[in-house]
């Protein structure tokens, strides 16, 4: 009989999560009410961030980011190629343009050294992604756009895609009060899941107010506060959208953050396990001083992917590649016309990469499991 099919990744959901959804089904209240509240209100004490502001995804936390720095048509965002396709989405919806930067080929990372070449007198924000949770250079992205304000005058503001990266520390600091603005994904894959939801971080009023706004129609005070005394009375102050979080998934995202130490301590395990027994043999994602990944990710780095995807496959074990870079796919390359010869690096890391299956729930047969089939590909592979 064929061993049990290990998943690449299985959300760590349990009886404490479906207790606390079933209360507030019973509650009464089932969408935007106290228990986002509370879910804002912890996720902020544990980021170290003045504001965070919950929506249904972090494609929509990318939006209002753009929307509050108020994005125009023309302007352009710089970001890596190596990235879900959302990064660059969001970008589109202003009919601005997401200027594409090569990766770093030890982190997949944005390469900060390509990125004042890329700036123009339109570049209006830098949208870094924390691949994997391991987080970007942000000292030096800070650096260059202090360099461009002093040497112009005109601010490019930096919105950390930090999908990947709860809890990750860049220099001993959590991300996510870093710069200007931070968009978590709560995603089913993510770190976090509550099956879709997201939050932006930010130490600044002005933008929290903005995204507060826009995620409930541009309505000037949340409708739930309309229970709390206010009246009937609302006014609409611009045209916003609709991408408010429910209480239903901040009741799961409550209980989540709860155990977000500990799912990222397992993950730790995993990844230092699948460290040990691959040193030597095949390369992975390197790990930069102090910095602390969340692990989110476990991306091998070998010369035949496909070969290793099929040896897994054949064993049952389900793996993934992160990303098909921007520059592949059909709408991005005749749109914006972006050649696959200006990304060396992210054609090169997107060849050898393969994501293995890591996550809380994973049992030692799982893991080992995984480790021998690796270590199989690798006796006939040489290190790349
Ligand atoms: C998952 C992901 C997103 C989008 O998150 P959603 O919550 O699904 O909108 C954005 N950027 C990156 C890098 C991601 O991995």
């Known amino acids: 009989m064929p061993d049990k099919k290990i998943s690449f990744h299985k959300a760590c959901i349990d009886q404490k999560e479906i207790d606390a959804v079933t209360d507030t089904l019973k509650s009464g209240w089932i969408t935007m009410g106290p228990k986002v509240k509370e ?114 005058g005109k601010k490019i503001y930096v919105i950390e895609d930090a999908a990947h990266a709860l809890p990750s520390k860049y220099n001993n600091k959590l991300i996510g009060s870093l710069s200007d603005l931070t968009c978590f994904s709560f995603y ?95 390369k992975h994602l390197a790990i930069r001083g102090n910095n602390a990944t969340s692990n989110h990710l476990y991306v091998l780095k070998v010369s035949d992917r496909d070969k290793l995807y099929d040896m897994l496959k054949e064993n049952n074990i389900d793996a993934s590649v992160h990303f098909i870079p921007i520059h592949f796919h059909a709408f991005y390359k005749s749109k914006f016309n972006y050649k696959r010869d200006d990304y060396p690096i992210a054609n090169k890391v997107f060849n050898e990469s393969l994501s293995i299956p890591i996550y809380p729930d994973m049992s030692e047969v799982e893991v080992n499991k995984v480790i021998q089939v690796v270590t199989d590909y690798a006796k006939n592979d040489k290190i790349i």
């Open 39 to 152: 879910f804002e209100k912890k996720f902020s004490d544990y980021i170290g961030a003045k504001f965070s502001i919950s929506v249904n995804s972090a494609t929509a936390a990318l939006h209002l980011s753009l929307r509050a720095i108020d994005l125009k048509r023309g302007d352009e965002v710089i970001i890596p190629t190596n990235t879900f396709v959302a990064t660059a989405e969001v970008v589109v919806y202003f009919g601005a343009k997401p200027v594409l930067c090569d990766v770093e080929y030890d982190t997949h990372n944005i390469d900060t050294s390509k990125i004042e070449s890329l700036i123009t007198s339109n570049t209006k924000a830098i949208i870094p992604v924390h691949f994997s949770g391991q987080p970007c250079d942000m000292r030096e992205i800070h650096d260059i756009v202090k360099k461009h304000k002093e040497n112009t």
């Open 188 to 282: 089913a894959t993510k770190t976090l899941a509550v099956g879709e939801g997201g939050m932006v971080t930010t130490n600044s009023k002005q933008y929290a107010d903005s995204i507060k706004i826009n995620r409930l129609h541009g309505i000037s005070r949340d409708v739930w506060n309309r229970s709390d005394g206010g009246g009937w009375f609302y006014d609409v102050v611009s045209c916003g959208n609709k991408y408010n979080m429910t209480d239903i998934s901040a009741s799961i995202g409550l209980v989540q953050l709860n155990k977000l130490d500990d799912m990222n301590y397992k993950r730790g395990v995993i990844a230092d396990k699948y460290d040990n027994a691959f040193k030597g043999l095949v």
